[in-house]
């Protein structure tokens, strides 16, 4: 499995209470499950609002937007940086 990086902006770094985590995951749906706490681990410690904030969110993979491709469809690589960026209020 890839160990990649989720950078939180804005409503999802508030959600996250982080800036920044580190998981392993191969593909953007297996990441986003276990940043949302979709595995016992996490979910103890975890603010429900990030599922929701995440399920609205948009995604950047090392700076490549993901668009509508759906996340069980992109693979990750080591070291992927992964942005993710809530909507934003007037744009």
């Not at 160990?3 to 998981?23: D, M, N, P, Q, S």
Request: hydrophobic share 50%; charged share 20%.
């Amino acid at each position: 499995m890839a160990l990649v990086t989720f950078r939180y902006w804005a409503a999802a770094k508030e959600a996250a209470g982080v800036g920044e985590e580190t998981i392993r995951a191969e593909t953007l749906a297996e990441a986003l499950a276990a940043a949302s706490g979709e595995r016992p681990a996490r979910a103890a410690g975890l603010n429900p609002r990030l599922r929701d904030v995440l399920a609205r969110s948009s995604f950047l993979i090392d700076g490549v937007p993901v668009g509508i491709r759906p996340p069980e469809a992109v693979t990750l690589s080591d070291a992927s940086v992964i942005e993710v960026l809530p909507p934003f209020a007037g744009g």
